[in-house]
């Protein structure tokens, strides 16, 4: 029996809510070198830089919360000795190199804990500690990385000489540390610091149709662009919009040939995290009946609360991303079965991290994650950071595949969900580690082409699909910034007092940061200048080290920093004339939910990296069927398999801008047209030579766009979009 398929050991340990992570379960570690070689004592502290929010100031400040405030489920990330990381890292980079001995020899969270933890010693002296101010400490994880513990305010307070205080910004209120954390300097080698010392959410990633389609603005760039042949094509608002359901994502992206060989997903299992649960179950089996995927009898879905985590219920809102996931998931990988693993939040740890630590902890991870959250680098803080890293590098070490989605902000992940940039460019610390692939979202460029006939039938089939084949891309970008939007709607530019982001008309509908995320990781480490308003990648800040995988690849700039994203799909939110149509029936105001009834037109629809990241890992567990085994970190394979495609200049033959035209041995779709750069306000990396509203530019002094899509990778669209087929028929050509 292949490694993995025992998923159903994983559901049962989960539903039961054993808690496999008991603080008497550390590992021994015997051979680890002890790093605490001096009495652990308050009277020598030392300070961890980069863990104060920035909305931690002044300005925001309404005083100390009441001392007895319960903080449950804090986070305590520790570090191993450098010379096992050294040894770990070079360890996962043979376990996913073919031809070693290592390859595809996963470990398990007892072995990573045994064999690269911290010391038994240095593990009690640091819990011993928190012992010793009154905390609870409830679980030490198997890996030895991790210790969950529990206390007050006032206790988080006399531990680590940080006060937590209230704060009002931008409305609404929020507990954070006003001062970084202390520790005594004889931890200083085992600890790296509190995960999170606040309750500011990481965001969902997806976006509801977009403002300008609501009002009418985003059926203009419609009419203004190159006319569409004939008839409007059907699966539409009667306005001439294209709802995306999964018949068209498999006719697209080319499913067709992998599902006609029995490859759906059947044996494997795909986890999406969340911190809630879903409002209905009864939307997940609509959406399959409603779309055809019901005839593919062995998919399933249920909730579970790994480790005995506290069920969350439902979070209103969030609700939203767990449906949409699991039934985009499902649309990947019909036959598979679909798991939403969420714990509650707790008043400084998001809930979703809780279920991702119990998950690899787990005895038989499971082999593919899907996680559509983010927040900024310089949001996580260095310990945030270092907490998602340290959980994706053992889930690689592991075996499992997680994805992650980029986000929905541009180059401005600091300013997720405004109307503008402030803060720079920036990349979300969920997606940035080098263990994780990182997800980008595209849009179709058949409306600017003005050839939607072209690629859309005038009538749908049973299952209301009616694209005709892989359709031409773009990046998906909503702003006014667009260098595709401003030429359609008759402007040159979108910068400068007479540009197009400081009309009309383009700060009525177009002020947005909606766009598909990538960049640089530039504030994984270090932290960013106190003063109060500094960009995202100020003060100590750097970025993750470029993988080795990701070197030497034409486009890939030699920057020496992980760049996001790694590969992309559609998740547009309607700006030219597509969106993906979901089932979400919650009927609370504000929520976005509608019945799941009659023409699936009139149900919820949105785009986002949300949808993305779901649908690839549920590619990833087709993957995983064809070549019987877990994969671990997809990208080496990504990356080995672009280097082919691309060479030394890149391929035109691959462009997405060919449409119906592209080659039809591609493994990637190049997108090589558009930008998803956005607006935005003040002097961190915006452009503003006259006006009001400027454009994100890697210099605030010239237009350099963040960012553009060029041939081979870059920032806009990473390696590009997948041809499924191909790329299960060329898995293991890899590295040949």
């Not at 960049?519 to 993750?544: I, M, V």
Request: hydrophobic share 35%.
């Amino acid at each position: 029996m292949k490694l993995r398929s025992l998923c159903t050991q994983f559901l049962c340990l989960s539903a039961m809510g054993i808690s496999l992570l008991s603080s008497g379960q550390a590992q021994t570690g015997t051979s680890a070198r002890s790093t605490v070689t001096a009495p652990v004592s308050d009277s020598k502290m030392i300070t961890l830089a980069g863990n104060v929010r920035p909305e931690a100031n002044a300005l925001n400040d309404r005083g100390a919360v009441d001392g007895a405030m319960r903080l449950d489920h804090m986070l305590l990330q520790l570090k191993r000795p450098a010379e096992r990381e050294a040894a770990l890292t070079a360890k996962i980079e043979s376990m996913h190199r073919p031809g070693s001995p290592d390859f595809h020899q996963w470990l398990t969270a007892e072995e990573l804990g045994a064999d690269y933890g911290p010391s038994a010693k240095d593990i009690a002296e640091v819990t011993g500690w928190l012992k010793s101010h009154g905390f609870e400490v409830n679980e030490v994880s198997k890996s030895g990385m991790v210790v969950d513990f529990s206390g007050s305010a006032a206790q988080v307070n006399s531990a680590f000489r940080t006060e937590m205080h209230t704060l009002k910004v931008r409305g609404e209120s929020h507990i954070a540390n006003m001062q970084n954390p202390q520790i005594p300097a004889a931890l200083a080698e085992v600890v790296v610091g509190v995960s999170s010392l606040s309750d500011f959410r990481p965001k969902p990633a997806n976006k509801g149709i977009s403002a300008a389609r609501i009002d009418g603005a985003s059926k203009g760039i419609v009419a203004r662009a190159a006319k569409p042949e004939g008839a409007s094509p059907d699966f539409t608002t009667n306005a001439g919009f294209q709802a995306v359901v999964p018949d068209d994502l498999h006719t697209i992206y080319n499913f067709g040939p992998v599902y006609g060989r029995g490859v759906t997903g059947k044996g494997e299992t795909v986890v999406v995290i969340e911190n809630t649960n879903v409002y209905s179950t009864a939307d997940w089996v609509t959406f399959r009946s409603t779309f055809g995927l019901s005839k593919y009898t062995k998919g399933s879905f249920r909730q579970v609360h790994p480790g005995g985590c506290k069920n969350p219920g439902v979070l209103i809102g969030n609700d939203g991303e767990a449906i949409l996931d699991a039934e985009y998931a499902s649309a990947a990988a019909p036959n598979a079965a679909i798991v939403l693993a969420s714990c509650a939040d707790t008043q400084t740890t998001f809930g979703g991290l809780l279920a991702i630590n119990a998950l690899i902890n787990l005895p038989l991870p499971p082999p593919v994650i899907s996680i559509s959250y983010g927040e900024c680098e310089a949001g996580l803080g260095a310990a945030g950071n270092a907490t998602y890293s340290t959980a994706y590098q053992q889930a690689s070490a592991e075996g499992v595949s997680v994805f992650v989605s980029s986000g929905d902000e541009g180059a401005a992940s600091c300013d997720a969900n405004q109307p503008a940039a402030q803060f720079g460019i920036a990349v979300s610390g969920f997606a940035s580690t080098q263990y994780n692939v990182a997800v980008g979202g595209t849009d179709f460029g058949d409306t600017y082409a003005g050839t939607v006939s072209t690629y859309w039938s005038a009538k749908n089939n049973a299952t209301f699909g009616s694209a005709k084949s892989y359709i031409p891309e773009i990046p998906w970008n909503d702003s006014c910034a667009s260098t595709l939007i401003t030429n359609t709607v008759g402007y040159n530019v979108p910068f400068g007092k007479n540009g197009f982001c400081n009309s009309a008309e383009g700060e009525a509908f177009f002020l947005t940061t909606a766009s598909g995320s990538g960049g640089p990781s530039n504030c994984a480490y270090g932290n960013t200048s106190p003063l109060n308003g500094t960009a995202a990648d100020s003060g100590t800040c750097k970025g993750y080290k470029k993988p080795n995988y990701q070197r030497s690849l034409f486009g890939n700039p030699a920057d020496g920093v992980r760049d996001l994203p790694d590969v992309s799909l559609f998740a547009a939110n309607g700006v030219w004339g597509h969106y993906y149509v979901f089932c979400y029936s919650q009927p609370a105001p504000g929520a976005g939910g509608a019945p799941c009834t009659g023409d699936p037109s009139n149900w919820s629809g949105a785009g986002g990296t949300s949808f993305a990241a779901p649908i690839v890992a549920g590619i990833q567990a087709l993957v995983d069927q064809s070549t019987g085994t877990p994969q671990g970190n997809p990208n080496y394979v990504y990356y080995a398999l672009a280097r082919q495609e691309f060479g030394g200049a890149g391929n035109n033959s691959c462009s997405a801008t060919l449409g119906n035209g592209v080659d039809s041995t591609c493994t990637f779709y190049d997108v090589t047209l558009g930008d998803m750069d956005v607006n935005c306000l003040g002097k961190f990396n915006c452009y503003t030579p006259s006006g009001t509203n400027g454009v994100l530019s890697v210099s605030s002094k010239a237009y350099e766009k963040a960012y553009n899509s060029n041939a081979g990778w870059d920032f806009a669209t990473g390696i590009g979009t997948l041809n499924v087929n191909n790329l299960i028929k060329n898995w293991d050509k890899a590295f040949q």
